[in-house]
T-cell receptor, first 116, second 115 residues
Framework: AQSVSQHNHHVILSEAASLELGCNYSYGGTVNLFWYVQYPGQHLQLLLKYFSGDPLVKGIKGFEAEFIKSKFSFNLRKPSVQWSDTAEYFCAVNGPYNNAGNMLTFGGGTRLMVKP | EAQVTQNPRYLITVTGKKLTVTCSQNMNHEYMSWYRQDPGLGLRQIYYSMNVEVTDKGDVPEGYKVSRKEKRNFPLILESPSPNQTSLYFC??????????????FGPGTRLTVL
């Protein structure tokens, strides 16, 4: 079965610092990749997604992620974080299509705190 | 407004007392699913439904039931809740199909405590 690893459980940064959150998945093939964000007390919202094409995808709020197929990775980046980016971030993988149907497998989440 | 709604938002109950958490979406999505969120474990899929009358187990289905009699509704049933089902539950929907349309839209969550 597909599994997703987020290696950093807690990250603390100062404002304007650069951010990179790691995400690796276990099972190759054709997959769809997502990053979701959960602000305190709120539900999950989509930050960005990768289905095909350019492996560098840009999302909302200045976030981007790079899909590296050979490394089974989909790391999230932001050049300069803001206090309002304080949230929990989840990587998620759908597929491969012929194995996991339309199940979405989430990583354990990374809790980001940005100090003003 | 396109949305996924869940009720109740908060529930405290006792072991063994059957409960239902409702989920409804107004986007005509075929695919709906239930997740539970626990600290350090992320979201784990409980059940999903590809369409009306089509449901399947996710990663952690034990102790839960679902039904999909109508496209818009996907209730989660705990026949005999136990304390290990204390969690934050999210319902989600998407156009499904495994193709490029499965961005999932999440409900606001239901925080369940089983004493």
């Amino acid at each position: 079965a597909q599994s997703v690893s987020q290696h950093n459980h807690h990250v603390i940064l100062s404002e304007a610092a650069s951010l990179e959150l790691g995400c690796n998945y276990s099972y190759g093939g054709t997959v769809n990749l997502f990053w979701y964000v959960q602000y305190p007390g709120q539900h999950l919202q989509l930050l960005l997604k990768y289905f095909s094409g350019d492996p560098l995808v840009k999302g909302i709020k200045g976030f981007e992620a790079e899909f590296i197929k050979s490394k089974f990775s989909f790391n999230l980046r932001k050049p300069s974080v803001q206090w309002s980016d304080t949230a929990e971030y989840f990587c998620a993988v759908n597929g491969p299509y012929n194995n996991a149907g339309n199940m979405l497998t989430f990583g354990g989440g990374t809790r980001l705190m940005v100090k003003p | 407004e396109a949305q996924v709604t869940q009720n109740p938002r908060y529930l405290i109950t006792v072991t063994g007392k059957k409960l239902t958490v409702t989920c409804s979406q107004n986007m005509n999505h075929e695919y709906m699913s239930w997740y539970r969120q626990d600290p350090g474990l992320g979201l784990r899929q409980i059940y999903y439904s590809m369409n009306v009358e089509v449901t399947d187990k996710g990663d952690v289905p034990e102790g839960y039931k679902v039904s999909r009699k109508e496209k818009r509704n996907f209730p989660l049933i705990l026949e005999s809740p136990s304390p290990n089902q204390t969690s934050l539950y999210f319902c989600a929907s998407s156009t499904g199909g495994g193709g490029p349309y499965n961005e999932q839209f999440f409900g606001p969550g239901t925080r369940l405590t089983v004493l």
